[in-house]
Structure formats: structure tokens, C-alpha cells
């Protein structure tokens, strides 16, 4: 490869990147709060995120920071101020070499299934890749060290380490309890897909629920119907189907947040 090749490389998947936390803000997967990363495509022991800022402000390479995977620090001396949680991703990318994509996100539908002890699991085909137990809850409690703050967020390396545990055996979504949840995948665009379906399986399971206790405490008939769910044959075919049509919900969240003000992207 080239280097006028390699440049153009780095220069798609930055453009990729901004459009990634563009398209996560306008769907509501992220606010003001949350991120994407991606590893770098011509060095795997490096990782990108933006500078500490929201999501939707992201536009230009300049808001970008470069981290090591080995210790979540950045490349360059005197970087900018990043995420406090950056070790999500630098944890992830250190154990995990295939994932090339990490989203966090703190998405209100989602917070329910990480302290209700009611699992989260696939609604419909477009959340398949949940499987069909659904993702596991990792709750940072049973991993704080006593120094550490109990404020519910990855500061160290030893309570990313343990999330990035999670992620072991094809898991592609983990719940953290009373915070949020994380997703991985092999690009930008399936880790962007999968958090967007995360949350919308979440508020369509919500709503299920409700309309099943409201009808069992109205209805007549005992046992009320039970919720059918994906079943494993299901939510694993349903997945792979998916994963080869991820270009055009992309192309068009793209023209969504081209098309709107808020959003700019100079790369």
C-alpha cells in the first residue's frame, strides 16, 4: 500500500467515525454523553476517540485523539483532555484483536434491563445478534478495588479488563448495571447498528411487558400468553441475514445527518 493509499485509508474511516457519532446522536443512542472508537487500520495497537467533548459536536480530524491499546495513554505528547472512560475501548481492543469498532452509550430504554433483573432478549429480527438469552449485565460493583471511586465509571485498567471479559465466546453487546451498555463489532457501521437496535429492542421489550401485565390484570384467561421471544435458531439467522445489508440503513443515517444543521463534518 501506498502511502497517498494508507492516507486515504485513515482520512475514510475518520469520515466514517464523525458520521458514526453523528448518526448515534440523532437516534438518541447518545446525548450529550457517550462514544465511538475505532482501531486504527494500519496499526492495531492503536486506537481513536475524540477529545472530551459531545458526540455531536465532533467534525473535523482535529477533534480526534489517538491512544495506545497497551495503556489507554495518547500517542501524541500534550494531547487534549479525553474521556475519562477510554478504557472501555483500550481494554476491548487488547483482548479482543478482531474487534475493529466500540460504542458506549448510556441510552435511557436500555437502563432498566441493567437493574431489574429482567434480561434483555431479542423482540425482533433486527436485534438477533442479542442472542437468545440476551446480553449478560456486568455490574462494576464486584470489581471496584477499595481505592477506587464508586461513581460507576471505568477510570482503571483492571475494571475495563473485566468488562472487556464479558465480550469472551461471541458476546457483542454487554449491559453495565445503572449505567449503560457497550457494543463491539468488526466496523463502525455494525457496532453503530447494533447499538441503535439495542436500544430500540429495549423500549419494544418495555413496551411488551407492559402491555402483558396490563392484559393478564384485565383478562380472564390464566396463565397469561407468554412474551415469544427470537428463539436461538432465530436470533442467529436473523443476524447473519442482517450483517450483509448494514450499507443501507448506513447510506441513509448518513444523509440524515448531512441534511441537518447541527451536524459538520470536515473530514
Known sequence: MTTTEADAVVEGLIRKFIHGSHILHYHGVVDAYGHLSFRHPLRSDIFVMAKNMPPAAISSPDDLIQYWVENAEPVEEGAPKGYVERRIHSEIYKRHHNVNAVVHAHADAVIPFTISGVPLRPCYHMAGFLGTDGPPVWDIADHYFRSDIPDML??????????????????????????????????????????????????????????????????????????????????????????????????????????????????
Open 154 to 267: 471505568v477510570r482503571h485498567e483492571h475494571l475495563g479488563r473485566s468488562l472487556a471479559q464479558t465480550f469472551d465466546g461471541g458476546n457483542v453487546v454487554t449491559l453495565m448495571r445503572g449505567h449503560g451498555f457497550t457494543a463491539i463489532s468488526l466496523s463502525i457501521e455494525d457496532a453503530v447498528f447494533r447499538a441503535i437496535y439495542t436500544m430500540k429492542n429495549a423500549a419494544i421489550q418495555s413496551s411488551t411487558l407492559s402491555l402483558s401485565a396490563a392484559s393478564a390484570a384485565t383478562s380472564d384467561v390464566s396463565p397469561a400468553p407468554a412474551i415469544r421471544y427470537l428463539s436461538r435458531s432465530e436470533a442467529w439467522s436473523a443476524a447473519e441475514t442482517l450483517s450483509g445489508t448494514i450499507s443501507r440503513p448506513w447510506q441513509l443515517w448518513v444523509e440524515e445527518v448531512e441534511a441537518s444543521p447541527l451536524y459538520s463534518n470536515a473530514a
